[in-house]
């Protein structure tokens, strides 16, 4: 049981390129977020799923989009890389029943835009 | 966005000691999770507390959600090196959006 997995660990863009992170949860949770974490600062909220086919915007979606097409996928597009994007990025995952807001993070991924 | 007031932002700390940090809020919150991040990893969940006045605790950890629904409360007793780290809060108004304080960092002195 992985948990909440994130790939990859590390990556450098130049301005403009476009990627695509990775995250995958094997818990069997409906619910999953992508954050970002910028230096000394608190996670803010990029964009979040509550199930397969259904996503939503969170605190700071422009420049990046999303999908779910899978309960354990969720990747998070980066489509034109701009520095202001530099940070590292947490996926995280809860799920429906009992305490179902305890999110459970993966490891993150350290972007640098430049 | 909302924001989350976290304090203190550091502490620098004896072994043995108890510790003490606040998370504020303009808004009246219905969960409250606190999280500890070590350097180079993702948040672990420490303890969620989901009523006004509840107060939880996980071994040498104790939460409380202020009964006002704006504030909550992390203490840590008779600390030891592998508590060092950044202890976030997290709250949720509703819905499933959750919003984060900017951290305390945490330092224990052998």
């Known amino acids: 049981n992985a948990g909440v997995t994130q790939t990859p660990k590390f990556r450098i863009l130049k301005i403009g390129q476009s990627m695509t992170l990775q995250c995958t949860q094997d818990?069997?949770?409906?619910?999953m977020y992508w954050y970002r974490q910028d230096p000394g600062m608190g996670l803010k909220l990029i964009y979040y799923?509550?199930?397969?086919?259904?996503?939503d915007k969170g605190e700071v979606p422009n420049g990046y989009n999303v999908s779910r097409s899978t309960t354990e996928d969720f990747p998070l597009r980066l489509e034109l890389a701009a520095p202001s994007q530099t940070s590292v990025y947490f996926c995280?995952?809860?799920?429906?029943?009992?305490?179902?807001?305890?999110?459970?993070f993966g490891p993150g991924t350290r972007l640098t835009v430049t | 966005g909302q924001q989350l007031n976290q304090s203190p932002q550091s502490m620098f700390i004896q072994e043995g000691e108890d510790v003490s940090m606040n998370c504020t809020s303009s808004?009246?919150?219905?969960?409250w999770l606190w999280y500890k991040q070590d350097p180079g990893e993702g948040p672990v969940l420490l303890i969620a507390?989901?009523?006004?006045?509840e107060l939880t605790s996980n071994g040498r950890l104790t939460a409380q959600f202020g009964i006002t629904r704006k504030d909550s409360f992390l203490n840590i007793s008779a600390s030891i090196p592998s508590d060092v780290g950044i202890y976030f809060c997290?709250?949720?108004?509703?819905?499933?959006?959750?919003?984060f304080g900017t951290g305390t960092s945490l330092t224990v002195i052998p």
């Open positions: 995280a995952s809860s799920g429906t029943s009992g305490r179902a807001h305890e999110q459970y």
């Open positions: 818990m069997n949770h409906n619910y």
């Open positions: 799923s509550v199930g397969a086919g259904i996503t």
């Open positions: 808004s009246i919150f219905n969960t």
């Open positions: 507390l989901y009523k006004a006045g």
């Open positions: 997290a709250g949720r108004r509703g819905g499933n959006q959750f919003y």
